[in-house]
């Protein structure tokens, strides 16, 4: 049997899981890593000692010509990206990842939905734009209340001053808003003045003609008017999600709750660019509700192979409450998924996304990952990502039990349609420990213990993350610091194992959530999709 050297490029828990699916292969000559600070990566393959970046990816493909390699697997998309895929592929030696112009379906959301759009694949309703003035106008357009500007334009064309023209809307939302709210609850009858007034006082600002003006007369409007400021912070449901276009990391897309939220958004991607470059376009996106799943596919540009469903969740604390994160934890399979609905991704979204990158003469050898929220009309794409998820490609792993060798390499080579996919039945759940202060501002530097006992926990696997050894200690080193994953016959064996090994790995500042796999977790949510 010909030996396969493979080069893993990439240092979490993903990357992880893929080595200890490679390293089953009977087919693997030599695994060489190029994080072997990550200590589960170090004690599976050979430190390859080259910097992994597109300005001196060169000398990635000296190293793969001086140690033979003939397999590169790309884990993380800011290589992918980058072209690392064009750079390092070759007649003798095969990338498992797509190109730089295929990758752009994670990369630039915004381009993204225009497939999605050229190719009338279901997805929300989207503005994409470049300025923060017209982001913030147009969730504000959003919320515009029509009968509040009816009951204000009559004889606004007479009042000629700015200033007067404000202080007439407002006084006359004012006189008007005691008839709203009466065959509402409270929380609603909030929600509809707030959005009266936000209209108001954005049709108000309108007549100023310079936009400086425009935003000093909507923040004179929110200091001297109460309406107007409690109108800011009230909770209106249904405001639009707020995504920075390119790869932000996770941290990307925003689900506000009221408008202040909204504006805070708008100004910290587009204006004080937290997320640098990424954050230059945003996609003002319909909020989508539903269960929340994500469909992974293999393809070769022609072929494709679905692989089972998995439910992750985003948010950091139980009941998808706090800020968006990386991924707190994932199952598979997902139990709202059932033949008939996988058939009916397959069709809708995953084969017309593949002709689509093929008209574009977009050669898409890899995986592609469905961001996907089942709403009541059908399953709507959130998003599209080029890569396996992390944490989903933990539980995935772990059921797949082809060689993973032979279907990265069928897939290189366009032969994918001969390859039959054998995966185990029984249920993998992964729980994800964060660092201290994740994902905001992570805490590292804490000693972990427990990890042995942890292991020996029937069924599971420990896949390190951000972790680095720090002498004969392993240590916290990022802000997700390890993926639990377990399997059992059912997703409560499963989840329960999961949970025994996680209540024995220690460290100071731990942060887990505690329902994952949970009946109704995720349930009805809104979409926001993976962070990128």
Same mark, same amino acid.
């Given at each position: 049997?010909?030996?396969?050297?493979?080069?893993?490029?990439?240092?979490?828990?993903?990357?992880?899981?893929?080595?200890?699916?490679?390293?089953? @292969?009977?087919? $693997?000559?030599? %695994?060489?890593?190029?994080?072997?600070?990550?200590?589960?990566?170090?004690?599976?393959? +050979?430190?390859?000692?080259?910097?992994?970046?597109?300005?001196?990816?060169?000398?990635?493909?000296?190293?793969?010509?001086?140690?033979?390699?003939?397999?590169?697997?790309?884990?993380?998309?800011?290589?992918?990206?980058?072209?690392?895929?064009?750079?390092?592929? #070759?007649?003798? !030696? $095969?990338?498992?990842?797509?190109? &730089?112009?295929?990758?752009?379906?994670?990369?630039?959301?915004?381009?993204?939905?225009?497939? %999605?759009?050229?190719?009338?694949?279901?997805?929300?309703?989207?503005?994409?734009?470049?300025? /923060?003035?017209?982001?913030? @106008?147009?969730?504000?357009?959003?919320?515009?209340?029509?009968?509040?500007?009816?009951?204000?334009?009559?004889?606004?064309?007479?009042?000629?001053?700015?200033?007067?023209?404000?202080?007439?809307?407002?006084?006359?939302?004012?006189?008007?808003?005691?008839?709203?709210?009466?065959?509402?609850?409270?929380?609603?009858?909030? /929600?509809?003045?707030?959005?009266?007034?936000?209209?108001?006082?954005?049709?108000?600002?309108?007549?100023?003609?310079?936009?400086?003006?425009?935003?000093?007369?909507?923040?004179?409007?929110?200091?001297?008017? *109460?309406?107007?400021?409690?109108?800011?912070?009230? !909770?209106?449901?249904?405001?639009?999600?707020?995504?920075? @276009?390119?790869?932000?990391?996770?941290?990307?897309?925003?689900?506000?709750?009221?408008?202040?939220?909204?504006? +805070?958004?708008?100004?910290?991607?587009?204006?004080?660019?937290?997320?640098?470059?990424?954050?230059?376009?945003?996609?003002?996106?319909?909020?989508?509700?539903?269960?929340?799943? &994500?469909?992974?596919?293999?393809?070769?540009?022609? &072929?494709?192979?679905?692989?089972?469903?998995?439910?992750?969740?985003?948010?950091?604390?139980?009941?998808?409450?706090?800020?968006?994160?990386?991924?707190?934890? =994932?199952?598979?399979? &997902?139990?709202?998924?059932?033949?008939?609905?996988?058939?009916?991704?397959? +069709?809708?979204?995953?084969? *017309?996304?593949?002709?689509?990158? +093929?008209?574009?003469?977009?050669?898409?050898?890899?995986?592609?990952?469905?961001?996907?929220?089942?709403?009541?009309?059908?399953?709507?794409? $959130?998003?599209?990502?080029?890569?396996?998820?992390?944490?989903?490609?933990?539980? $995935?792993?772990?059921?797949?039990?082809?060689?993973?060798?032979? %279907?990265?390499?069928?897939?290189?080579?366009?032969?994918?349609?001969?390859?039959?996919?054998?995966?185990? *039945?029984? #249920? =993998?759940?992964?729980?994800?420990?964060?660092?201290?202060?994740?994902?905001?501002?992570?805490?590292?530097? /804490?000693?972990?213990?427990?990890?042995?006992?942890?292991?020996?926990?029937?069924?599971? #696997?420990?896949?390190?993350?951000?972790?680095?050894?720090?002498?004969?200690?392993?240590?916290?080193?990022?802000?997700?610091?390890?993926?639990? #994953?377990?399997?059992?016959?059912?997703?409560?064996?499963?989840?329960?194992?999961?949970?025994?090994?996680?209540?024995?790995?220690?460290?100071?500042?731990?942060?887990?959530?505690?329902?994952?796999?949970?009946?109704?977790?995720?349930?009805?949510?809104?979409? =926001?999709?993976?962070?990128?």
């Amino acid at each position: 049997m010909e030996k396969v050297n493979v080069l893993l490029i990439g240092g979490g828990g993903r990357e992880h899981a893929l080595a200890l699916k490679l390293r089953e @292969s009977p087919r $693997l000559g030599t %695994l060489w890593v190029t994080h072997p600070e990550n200590p589960g990566l170090a004690d599976l393959g +050979r430190a390859a000692d080259v910097p992994v970046n597109i300005r001196e990816v060169y000398r990635l493909e000296q190293f793969c010509d001086r140690q033979g390699i003939d397999l590169v697997v790309i884990g993380p998309e800011d290589p992918l990206a980058e072209g690392f895929a064009d750079k390092l592929a #070759t007649e003798r !030696r $095969l990338v498992f990842g797509p190109g &730089s112009d295929g990758a752009r379906i994670e990369a630039d959301k915004g381009w993204c939905k225009q497939l %999605l759009r050229s190719a009338a694949i279901p997805t929300g309703e989207a503005r994409i734009l470049s300025d /923060a003035e017209s982001a913030l @106008s147009y969730v504000e357009s959003r919320l515009r209340d029509d009968e509040a500007v009816r009951v204000v334009l009559g004889p606004l064309r007479e009042i000629r001053d700015p200033h007067e023209r404000g202080r007439y809307i407002l006084q006359r939302v004012k006189d008007n808003i005691g008839l709203v709210g009466e065959r509402l609850s409270p929380e609603q009858a909030t /929600a509809v003045r707030a959005r009266a007034v936000i209209t108001c006082a954005s049709i108000a600002a309108s007549a100023f003609r310079d936009p400086e003006d425009r935003r000093r007369a909507m923040r004179e409007f929110e200091r001297t008017d *109460p309406m107007v400021s409690s109108a800011y912070t009230a !909770r209106i449901p249904g405001l639009p999600v707020i995504k920075a @276009s390119g790869l932000a990391r996770g941290k990307g897309v925003v689900l506000p709750s009221t408008m202040q939220e909204a504006a +805070r958004a708008i100004d910290e991607i587009m204006v004080r660019r937290i997320h640098g470059d990424a954050g230059s376009t945003v996609i003002i996106e319909e909020r989508l509700s539903g269960p929340e799943v &994500s469909v992974l596919a293999i393809t070769d540009g022609t &072929s494709i192979m679905v692989l089972p469903a998995c439910q992750d969740h985003k948010r950091l604390l139980d009941g998808d409450r706090g800020p968006n994160t990386g991924g707190m934890g =994932a199952f598979c399979p &997902s139990g709202v998924m059932d033949a008939d609905l996988m058939g009916r991704v397959e +069709r809708e979204i995953l084969v *017309p996304v593949v002709d689509a990158l +093929r008209r574009e003469e977009i050669e898409y050898r890899g995986v592609l990952y469905a961001g996907l929220m089942l709403t009541a009309s059908g399953p709507k794409v $959130l998003e599209f990502n080029a890569r396996f998820g992390d944490p989903e490609c933990q539980p $995935l792993m772990a059921r797949l039990r082809t060689d993973l060798i032979d %279907l990265m390499i069928a897939t290189c080579r366009g032969e994918l349609d001969r390859v039959t996919v054998e995966w185990d *039945p029984r #249920t =993998a759940c992964c729980v994800v420990l964060a660092a201290e202060g994740y994902p905001e501002k992570p805490r590292a530097g /804490a000693v972990i213990e427990g990890l042995e006992e942890a292991s020996r926990v029937e069924g599971v #696997t420990i896949h390190h993350a951000g972790t680095r050894r720090d002498g004969g200690r392993i240590v916290v080193a990022g802000g997700r610091v390890l993926g639990v #994953t377990a399997l059992g016959e059912t997703l409560d064996e499963a989840r329960a194992r999961a949970y025994r090994a996680c209540d024995l790995i220690r460290y100071e500042g731990k942060t887990l959530r505690r329902d994952i796999g949970q009946p109704g977790v995720p349930g009805d949510r809104t979409g =926001a999709g993976t962070p990128a």
